[in-house]
């Protein structure tokens, strides 16, 4: 994907990337609206936050595994992301309708994306057909009236339907909303949550997850650093329409590893737990000094 993406970026100074970065970092801090006003800022969103937003993706869908989804929904697919990371984890995917309201990252999604997939030029709310999986990634905060989008998502949702925010305070309460909604339309949680009673999280935490992305030169010119890596925040959903066995406990904070010992802070029934794992434990701290923040941990 990221040779694709610097492909398409080719003949174009970096400089003038540079400040198509900055102008869109500029308006997302302001939420100045329309983001994206030139052939240059799409670009910079391709080099700059695609990888961001595939890395999220990819996190998510490793947590539903047990899924075997054979058709797509994307909600506010910008440039096919979404299908690029849902392919590489569901073999039998083999349907995709990618809805998007701007035909310009329709056009750049079609550069990118070559396997048959049929793009949906609207701008959602819009009737929706059946699908296993239906995925609303980082395009909920984008919509009026986000209960109703995820009501009409669900009524079209076969199997799945998964939900990812900017892992941020507002993108955690926006997941809350649509949590608490759609468990009173009879949805079973699926991930990150270990069941279904309230969120222990207290108003000053939020529950979000990291997701690493290598970051590629261009990546570094147009966000300066040097560092090889970048870790994205994202907070998610993924519930069924089907009963759905949860593991016992999920891993929601960074882990402490000490000598000797290792300190996990889980969610588990409810509540969140900090829990030390000693070194005596041997096979316990073994798996434990190999965890990692948003792991589950089976019963
Ligand atoms: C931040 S991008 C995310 C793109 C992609 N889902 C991803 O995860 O990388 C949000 C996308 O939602 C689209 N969008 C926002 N409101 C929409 C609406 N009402 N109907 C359809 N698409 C919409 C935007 O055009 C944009 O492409």
Redesign the pocket.
Known sequence: MQNQIELLSQGIPVKMLQQAFEELSARYRTKEKPYLTSHTHYLA?LIT??PA??A??SQVFKQAHNFDPLSLL?????????YLAAKTYFPNLTQATL????AK?IALGKQLITDSVLWQH?????PLKPHDLV?????L????DPAQ?VKTAWQATQQLLVI?EPGTPEGYQRIIEMRTMLLSLGAHMVAPCPNALPCPMQESNWCHFPARLSRSKLHKQLKGGDLGYEDEKFSYLIVSKTAYDTPRARIVAPLGMHTGHVQLTLCSEGELKSCTVSQKDKLLYKKCRKAEWGDSLEK
């Open positions: 969103y936050r695609m937003t595939n999220a993706l994307d909600l506010g697919a910008g440039p096919g992301t979404g809805v998007e309201a701007d990252f609207t701008a959602l709310p819009c995925l609303l990634s980082y395009s905060n984008e919509m009026k989008i990812i």
